[in-house]
């Protein structure tokens, strides 16, 4: 059964720096997503991507974030300069329309 | 979207049916209910949705009541690998919609 995949499925990184964290969604998939979830929090929209450009963003997802699907299977997100609380649990979503969302296994992100 | 009220948590016997209630008084006309589960810090899994008929996959059924106020999903024989949150998101289905999770039910399956 297709899934979705991400990488890595840990990440750490010193506050300031720049991470990518990437996502392989399902092949014949058109919409596609990235949510996070903070330890022992809620599962958080962040941005939602279709035709090559972003649909919706959440306030999170502020001009350090960045999303792009450089070729034709990878979609990515980008945090330019991570801070203590961009530490969380962040999953891809890819669909094809509708709001049936497949969710990939997470990356989980640790600033320090 | 429709606001959701779930129980925080219940219980259920290992190879009994669980049900899980969801309250969606204000849904509207064109919403779906869509439910989806999150298993120990894994990502959330689609479970099944409805419009206004009742549903059942190979996961779950879907049982949304007739002025599609509330709706329960059920799982027939609970397992101990159905131990999850379970989330009720109502909402429209025009492509692309993001989902909004509260809270859920957190689901523990009892040996």
């Known amino acids: 059964e297709p899934e979705v995949t991400q990488t890595p499925s840990h990440q750490v990184t010193q506050m300031g720096q720049e991470v990518i964290l990437r996502c392989v969604p399902i092949s014949n998939h058109l919409y596609f997503y990235w949510y996070r979830q903070i330890l022992g929090q809620k599962v958080e929209f962040l941005v939602s991507?279709?035709?090559?450009?972003?649909?919706?963003k959440s306030e999170i997802f502020d001009d350090q974030f960045s999303v792009e699907r450089p070729d034709g299977s990878n979609f990515t997100l980008k945090i330019r300069s991570t801070k203590l609380e961009d530490s969380a649990m962040y999953f891809c979503?890819?669909?094809?329309?509708?709001?049936?969302?497949?969710f990939g296994p997470g990356t989980r992100l640790t600033v320090t | 979207d429709a606001k959701t009220t779930q129980p925080p948590s219940m219980d259920c016997a290992e190879g009994r049916a669980a049900n899980l209630p969801c309250n969606h008084s204000t849904i509207s006309g064109n919403e779906y209910v869509y439910w989806y589960r999150q298993i120990h810090s894994q990502g959330p899994q689609y479970i099944i949705h409805?419009?206004?008929n009742n549903e059942t996959n190979e996961m779950a059924s879907l049982i949304i009541t007739e002025d599609r106020k509330s709706s329960t999903l059920i799982l027939p024989h609970a397992t101990l690998r159905d131990t999850a949150v379970y989330y009720c998101i109502v909402l429209s289905n025009f492509g692309n919609e993001k989902l909004t999770f509260g809270t859920g039910t957190r689901l523990t399956i009892i040996p």
């Open positions: 979503a890819s669909g094809t329309g509708g709001s049936e969302q497949y």
């Open positions: 991507f279709y035709n090559n450009e972003i649909s919706e």
């Open positions: 409805g419009l206004k």
